[in-house]
C-alpha cells in the first residue's frame, strides 16, 4: 500500500466538527421546541409532538432540496460557505430572547 493512502482529507476535522455541532444543537433545538410550544403557547403534548415530527422530516427532506441547488446553481465553495452561514445564523435567532433579563 502506498502511504498516500493512509491519510485522511485535510478537510475531515472540519467536516467532523461541523457536522458534530450542527446535530448536537439539532436534538437540542427539537428537545426545546416540544417544551417551548407545550409551555408558553399551550399546546398539548400530542400537538407539539406531531409539530416536532414534521420539523424533524422536513430537516431531513431538505438536504435534498440543498443538494440540488448546490449542485445545479452555486456550486460547491459557494454551497459550503452558504450553508455554515445560515447554520450559524438559524442557531443565533434561536439563542435570541423575546423576554428581558431582570
Known amino acids: 500500500m502506498d502511504a498516500a493512502q493512509h491519510h485522511h482529507p485535510k478537510a475531515l476535522p472540519y467536516l467532523f466538527l461541523t457536522e458534530m455541532w450542527e446535530r448536537f444543537g439539532f436534538y437540542v433545538a427539537q428537545g426545546l421546541l416540544v ?24 430537516v431531513y427532506i431538505s438536504p435534498f432540496i440543498g443538494g440540488f441547488l448546490a449542485d445545479r446553481l452555486l456550486g460547491f465553495k459557494t454551497a459550503i460557505i452558504w450553508g455554515g452561514l ?17
Open 86 to 102: 445560515l447554520l450559524v445564523l438559524g442557531y443565533a435567532l434561536l439563542a435570541l430572547s423575546t423576554t428581558p433579563f431582570l
Open 35 to 58: 417544551l417551548y410550544m407545550s409551555e408558553y403557547y399551550g399546546f398539548s403534548d400530542n400537538t407539539s409532538f406531531t409539530i416536532s415530527g414534521i420539523f424533524s422530516g422536513l
